[in-house]
């Protein structure tokens, strides 16, 4: 069932130069791209982008880490597209996340793990409406699809 999920590359990753190998993965695993952007979070944005996370010990580094510098976020849609995408960024965790995965192949620390990806669909509308305005999602046909 065709499903939205919100990714995004953090700041680590742009000043990496990864924005294109980690786009290149979403659109070479055949799924579609609905709306992206360059942008600041603002500390606003970031506390309700990781409200789930307020209270742990590591929330105020991550609040600080996620507003250090710009993020690409994106929206993509796609059939499963949330545990999909999960499964290509990798486990949260630097010394889980396998090889082939975007984490395993280019994290070295759990607290910079380049990739953030909704983990349901209650969390994509959440972080989607955080980043971005009804009008920036992008609707258009892929005859392509067909054969996905
Ligand atoms: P996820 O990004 O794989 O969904 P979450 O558990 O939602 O992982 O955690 C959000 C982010 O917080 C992680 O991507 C990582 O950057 C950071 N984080 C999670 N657990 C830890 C930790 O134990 N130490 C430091 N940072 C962490
Ligand atoms: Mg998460």
Redesign the pocket.
């Known amino acids: 069932m065709a499903q939205q999920t919100f990714l995004m590359v953090k700041p680590d990753a742009v000043q990496r130069g990864l924005i294109g190998e980690i786009v290149h993965r979403f659109e070479r695993k055949g799924f579609r791209l609905v709306a992206g952007k360059l942008a600041n979070m603002s500390v606003e944005q970031a506390e309700f982008h990781?409200a789930e996370?307020k209270g742990k010990d590591?929330f105020g580094d991550?609040v600080q880490f996620i507003t250090s510098g710009p993020v690409f976020a994106m929206v993509w849609e796609g059939d499963e597209i949330i545990s999909l995408s999960r499964t290509l960024i990798g486990k949260?965790s630097v010394a889980d996340a396998a090889p082939g995965t975007i984490r395993g192949d280019f994290a070295l620390h759990?607290?910079r793990?380049l990739i953030?990806?909704s983990?349901s669909p209650e969390s994509a509308a959440r972080e989607i409406g955080n980043m971005f305005q009804p009008e920036e999602l992008v609707q258009y046909e892929r005859p392509i699809e067909q054969w996905m």
């Open positions: 990781y996370h590591f991550l949260t759990t607290n793990n953030h990806g983990d």
